[in-house]
């Protein structure tokens, strides 16, 4: 598959890159497991000097040796060899004091299991020569968590010595719709929903789909539920190393939230546990779900619902954690019928959360957001809100036209229409086919 999109991420990184030339850079890239972060890195210093270390699950000695090779092939020079990173490091910056390179870094966080002490060695040798360096170091990660407390976190070592953060998102909806069309030209809003539904533009997932020339929801639950999928054990496979052995409570949290459960009160009298500090964590420290409170509520509002901020995920949990019983057991037509049973239901939230990507995209509002009253009730899927122009949308979201009636929308706003005084307010009916 081609390469898509990141056109603004590689124009910082090249910045970035023409800055160490005259300064030391070391920029952390973030972004969730699949998201495109190493090809990303590899298109954007394709015509550079660029060492590319990849943090393997081995011995440090090991490691030092590949990364000695990589540096002596690319760089033309003897360097010798090095029993640890740390040595290792220095002569790069020592290196870097003479010639201009980058320095990539991938899977960084893995050197806290083989050796914790790395990240104090780096800060000491980067103090020591970031000043006369000439090098452009990028660090790589995908454990989130791991990633935001090695160099965000004040009693780290590294704290405080970035110089810039990138963070990759899933590719755009504009990107969704252009893989589409590359492939699959005649694809329907059907289809466009269904594949934003299980990929959330995570660039592993297009790929996967793309290759299996699944561009149809049936083609699209063919490939998920037939034995051997590489989809059935993602949800894991992306999570563990983040949870380690607390996996199970959160697991659990994230099935009820996926499964509608969205109420801290809900979770508890379900789980019969506090959860208050899983949610914490799973909004703060691991980035995976949202804390939505009705539009105009401030933040110490207690009316919150949280929502799973990633599409497959979201997905995972709903559908594949949930039953996952029949999935051990190999009864995937039972799930995959689960799937078809509630997928009217279940695709039209994501279609709203499609419509509010695209008006995030659009780069036109202030705050986007929904509403509910105290009790819970006048619902209304979606607001924007542009402060400065003073106007807003207001929308209800259905699969199909025909089910969107403006005058019951209009009259469940009339607390939330007080929260925008002055505003001009245009009602809208949001369905599949203004996609």
């Not at 992306?238 to 009160?265: C, P, Q």
């Not at 039972?334 to 039209?348: F, I, K, Q």
């Not at 400065?388 to 019951?408: M, T, W």
Request: charged letters at 25%; one cysteine or more.
């Amino acid at each position: 598959m081609k390469f898509y999109n990141r056109e603004k991420e590689i124009a910082t990184l090249r910045d970035f890159e023409e800055i160490s030339k005259n300064s030391a850079q070391m920029t952390m890239l973030l972004g969730r497991r699949r998201v495109g972060k190493t090809t990303l890195l590899k298109n954007a210093f394709a015509a550079s000097t660029a060492l590319y270390f990849f943090v393997a699950k081995k011995n440090e000695i090991l490691l030092c040796d590949e990364f000695t090779r990589e540096t002596e092939e690319k760089l033309g020079i003897v360097l010798g060899s090095f029993q640890n990173f740390a040595s290792l490091f220095k002569a790069l910056m020592v290196l870097s004091q003479t010639r201009n390179f980058t320095l990539i870094v991938d899977e960084i966080q893995e050197f806290a299991n083989s050796n914790p002490s790395i990240f104090s060695d780096i800060q000491n040798i980067w103090d020591s020569y970031k000043d006369n360096s000439q090098i452009n170091i990028v660090f790589c990660g995908s454990i989130y968590s791991m990633m935001k407390r090695i160099f965000e976190n004040s009693k780290e070592p590294l704290f405080g010595r970035l110089t810039a953060k990138i963070t990759l998102k899933p590719f755009d909806i504009q990107t969704i719709k252009q893989i589409l069309q590359d492939f699959h030209p005649k694809y329907t809003n059907e289809d466009l929903l269904a594949f934003y539904m299980v990929t959330g533009g995570i660039a592993k997932y297009i790929e996967q789909l793309v290759i299996n020339k699944a561009f149809t929801k049936k083609k699209i639950l063919d490939v998920i539920f037939r034995e051997g999928s590489f989809f059935l054990d993602e949800g894991k496979a992306v999570l563990i190393d983040e949870f380690g052995k607390d996996y199970g409570n959160y697991f659990s949290i994230l099935s009820l939230i996926a499964s509608s459960k969205t109420d801290r009160g809900d979770m508890e009298s379900t789980l019969q546990i506090a959860v208050g500090g899983f949610l914490d964590k799973l909004e703060k420290d691991y980035g995976l779900i949202k804390r939505n409170r009705p539009f105009g509520a401030k933040e110490s509002s207690r009316f919150n619902k949280y929502l799973i901020e990633d599409n497959f995920l979201n997905f995972w949990f709903r559908f594949i954690y949930k039953y996952r019983s029949a999935v051990e057991i190999g009864n995937l037509d039972y799930v995959r019928n689960l799937v078809e049973r509630d997928y009217e239901t279940y695709s039209g939230l994501i279609l709203e959360k499609y419509f509010r990507s695209q008006l995030i995209d659009s780069k036109q509002f202030s705050a986007i957001g929904s509403y509910w009253d105290r009790r819970g009730e006048n619902q209304i899927d979606i607001i924007a809100a542009n402060e400065l122009e003073k106007r807003a949308i207001i929308a209800e979201v259905k699969r199909q036209a025909k089910n969107i009636n403006l005058n019951i929308l209009k009259n469940k706003t009339t607390t939330l229409t007080e929260k925008l005084p002055g505003y001009e307010i245009e009602y809208k009916g949001l369905s599949m086919s203004d996609m």
